[in-house]
Structures are given as structure tokens and as C-alpha cells.
């Protein structure tokens, strides 16, 4: 069903609910990717690189909530509304985060459920979101990212940028202020321990070897393992494309929810303002 919100900014968000058909396993904050939509998310018949995940997850038993975030659309539009929210001091990239965020109380509302587990499952674009709302916020849920391990700075002085883009100049405004220090190692520290599962597909250029995917892991990897916590972040990579598999990763998000050490990662824990 499509559900509309207002943030506490008094930007509106609409996004989709997915309710299972039989009793609700827990939830799961869907973040979608670039030019895509929450509706592909829960249908097959349009397919796009998100795969209809959203239906797949409901299918396990899971109530998925998948916002429309302000990275919809192409890199121009995105752009523009970022441009235009940055007019009234609103953050585009925290307008997001929330928006996924808002899931448990949307959830909470339409279904009257409440204390579920909840996981996370980022795509592409939707990914680095819920990488930085477990970082801002320090819940420690179980997370999925799918199509997204670089080093960002390989990444913007690749041939992709301006191959995909058609300018370079525009990924930069989603760095401001930075953001590219909240990847790898740096990002690592903020979520760890966030029980953490990366997807990506062999041929997905964004996310190759040459944009650094195995050494951010390895990253990654060192800060979890280093504070005892390296069985709690994993990777996988895929025969595909930059698309959602969900072979290895939903598995994986249903063992970690269903598993009585749930409580103790998914807490408060060292929230930060990006």
C-alpha cells in the first residue's frame, strides 16, 4: 500500500508498505536506489536492477517499508531538489536518511506492530543512505548493502562519472561538507559492531577492483576485527551486474533477526550529526 508522511521538517514523504500475507517475521527499511521507485521494489513485471527485493522480502515474512527518497529520478533531478531543499536549510541527504528511517513508526501506525526486529537493505545510491543512518544514528540493525563498496575518490576521478553522468562536476554536491570521509575505515568505526552483509555483482563498474571495492572491505574488515567483531561483517560477490542478488544476503538478514543476539548489537550506541 502507498503511505504518505510528513517529516518533522514538514517535507511530505510517500513511500510503499509491504505486509505479509501471514504473521510479520519483523521489518525491513528499504532504500532504493537511483531512478528507480518503490513500487519496481514490489513488482516483477517492471523489472530494473532492484530486482522486486521488496516483494522478495515480503515473500520471507517480512512488513518492508521503501520510501520515495530525493535521490529518485536521474542525476539532474536529483540535483535540482537537493539545490531546492538547500534554498530552505533542509539537508537532502538527511531528508533521506529520515525518510527510511520513518519506517518503524510507519509500520507501527498502518499495522499496529510494534517491537519488531528491523533490518536494513540499501541499493546502489540507497546503500551509502543506510550506511549513514546506522552511523547517524546508532541503532546496530542488521544491514544489507547492495551495490555499493569503493573508495569514493577512485570513484569521482573514474571514466564512469562522465561516461554515466554526462557531467563530472555533479556527483561532487553529494560529497559536500566531506562525505567522503564516511566511507571505509572511517565509516567502519561508526557502525561497528552493525551487523553488516555487502552484495556486488562482478561486471558492476561503479564497484569494481579498479574503484577500490576489495580494499575498502579490507578496511572495513580490520576495524571490525580489530574490536572482535570480524565474524559481524561479510562479503559477497556475485555473477551480475549493479543489481540486487539477494541469494546470499536475505539468508543472512533473516538468520541475524531471528538470532537471540539481536538485542545485543541493535541498541543506542554513539549517534552522530552528519
Same mark, same amino acid.
Given at each position: 500500500?502507498?503511505?504518505?508522511?510528513?517529516?518533522?521538517?514538514?517535507?511530505?514523504?510517500?513511500? $510503499?508498505?509491504?505486509?505479509?500475507?501471514?504473521?510479520?517475521?519483523?521489518?525491513?527499511?528499504?532504500?532504493?536506489?537511483?531512478?528507480?521507485?518503490?513500487?519496481?521494489?514490489?513488482?516483477?513485471?517492471?523489472?530494473?536492477?532492484?530486482?522486486?527485493?521488496?516483494?522478495?522480502?515480503?515473500?520471507?515474512?517480512?512488513?518492508?517499508?521503501?520510501?520515495?527518497?530525493?535521490?529518485?529520478?536521474?542525476?539532474?533531478?536529483?540535483?535540482?531538489?537537493?539545490?531546492?531543499?538547500?534554498?530552505?536549510?533542509?539537508?537532502?541527504?538527511?531528508?533521506?536518511?529520515?525518510?527510511?528511517?520513518?519506517?518503524?513508526?510507519? $509500520?507501527?501506525?498502518?499495522?499496529?506492530?510494534?517491537?519488531?526486529?528491523?533490518?536494513?537493505?540499501?541499493?546502489?545510491?540507497?546503500?551509502?543512505?543506510?550506511?549513514?543512518?546506522?552511523?547517524?544514528?546508532?541503532?546496530?540493525?542488521?544491514?544489507?548493502?547492495?551495490?555499493?563498496?569503493?573508495?569514493?575518490?577512485?570513484?569521482?576521478?573514474?571514466?564512469?562519472?562522465?561516461?554515466?553522468?554526462?557531467?563530472?562536476?555533479?556527483?561532487?554536491?553529494?560529497?559536500?561538507?566531506?562525505?567522503?570521509?564516511?566511507?571505509?575505515?572511517?565509516?567502519?568505526?561508526?557502525?561497528?559492531? $552493525?551487523?553488516?552483509?555487502?552484495?556486488?555483482?562482478?561486471?558492476?563498474?561503479?564497484?569494481?577492483?579498479? $574503484?577500490?571495492?576489495?580494499?575498502?572491505?579490507?578496511?572495513?574488515?580490520?576495524?571490525?576485527?580489530?574490536?572482535?567483531?570480524?565474524?559481524?561483517?561479510?562479503?559477497?560477490?556475485?555473477?551480475?551486474?549493479?543489481?540486487?542478488?539477494?541469494?546470499?544476503?536475505?539468508?543472512?538478514?533473516?538468520?541475524?533477526?531471528?538470532?537471540?543476539?539481536?538485542?545485543?548489537?541493535?541498541?543506542?550506541?554513539?549517534?552522530?550529526?552528519?
Amino acid at each position: 500500500m502507498k503511505v504518505e508522511l510528513d517529516l518533522e521538517c514538514g517535507l511530505p514523504v510517500r513511500g $510503499c508498505l509491504g505486509i505479509p500475507d501471514g504473521e510479520a517475521k519483523g521489518l525491513v527499511l528499504l532504500a532504493h536506489g537511483m531512478a528507480s521507485t518503490p513500487e519496481r521494489c514490489f513488482v516483477d513485471t517492471d523489472p530494473d536492477y532492484m530486482n522486486a527485493i521488496g516483494k522478495q522480502l515480503c515473500q520471507d515474512g517480512y512488513v518492508v517499508w521503501c520510501p520515495y527518497i530525493v535521490q529518485i529520478g536521474n542525476q539532474e533531478s536529483q540535483n535540482n531538489i537537493a539545490a531546492m531543499l538547500a534554498s530552505h536549510h533542509i539537508s537532502a541527504h538527511n531528508v533521506s536518511c529520515a525518510s527510511i528511517d520513518a519506517g518503524e513508526t510507519v $509500520c507501527r501506525i498502518v499495522t499496529g506492530l510494534s517491537g519488531l526486529n528491523v533490518g536494513v537493505y540499501g541499493v546502489s545510491w540507497g546503500a551509502f543512505l543506510a550506511l549513514h543512518l546506522e552511523a547517524a544514528t546508532g541503532r546496530m540493525r542488521p544491514t544489507v548493502v547492495s551495490g555499493y563498496m569503493r573508495d569514493e575518490k577512485k570513484f569521482l576521478m573514474s571514466p564512469t562519472i562522465s561516461k554515466n553522468l554526462g557531467i563530472e562536476l555533479a556527483s561532487y554536491i553529494h560529497f559536500s561538507r566531506s562525505r567522503t570521509k564516511y566511507v571505509g575505515r572511517a565509516l567502519a568505526s561508526l557502525i561497528s559492531p $552493525c551487523p553488516l552483509f555487502a552484495e556486488l555483482g562482478n561486471r558492476d563498474v561503479a564497484n569494481s577492483v579498479a $574503484c577500490g571495492r576489495d580494499e575498502k572491505f579490507a578496511e572495513m574488515q580490520a576495524v571490525y576485527a580489530a574490536s572482535g567483531h570480524g565474524h559481524l561483517i561479510d562479503m559477497i560477490v556475485f555473477d551480475g551486474v549493479h543489481e540486487v542478488n539477494g541469494k546470499s544476503a536475505r539468508p543472512w538478514l533473516q538468520a541475524r533477526l531471528a538470532s537471540p543476539a539481536y538485542q545485543a548489537t541493535s541498541r543506542l550506541k554513539n549517534a552522530i550529526a552528519l
